[in-house]
Nanobody
């Protein structure tokens, strides 16, 4: 299992941007797909995005929840063992604790599949 740490959360006004980071202590994050999830107060955890395993090009695809398509972009820097979630045009409904988690691949059921390791979460608050 990986040890994952999220960072980059904070308070931002509607329409603003944040970039979340998910860093692994192990130098093997590139061999995993990484999902981003969020839990809003009083709501179930939901999938936000998934970035494919670096070795799965052509075999797997990055994925986004409909609610964030066109606003959020997922990427990775394998040299830094880090995955990023760039969040633009933020809305109050994007507020929540954001988590990253690792899995062998994203797949079509990326939001509902079992993930192996989870970070501790980082708070994102979108409010004026």
């Amino acid at each position: 299992q990986l040890q994952l740490v999220e960072s980059g959360g904070g308070l931002v006004q509607p329409g603003g941007s944040l970039r979340l980071s998910c860093t692994a202590f192990e130098p093997t994050l590139r061999y995993y797909a990484v999902g981003w999830f969020r839990r809003a107060p009083g709501k179930e955890r939901e999938g936000v995005s998934c970035v494919r395993n670096s070795d799965a090009t052509g075999l797997d695809n990055d994925a986004y929840a409909d609610s964030v398509k066109g606003r959020f972009t997922v990427s990775r820097d394998n040299a830094l063992n880090t995955v990023y979630l760039q969040m633009n045009s933020l809305k109050p409904e994007d507020t929540g604790v954001y988590y990253c988690a690792s899995a062998p691949y994203c797949g079509t059921n990326w939001a509902g599949r079992l993930y192996d390791s989870w970070g501790q979460g980082t708070q994102v608050t979108v409010s004026s």
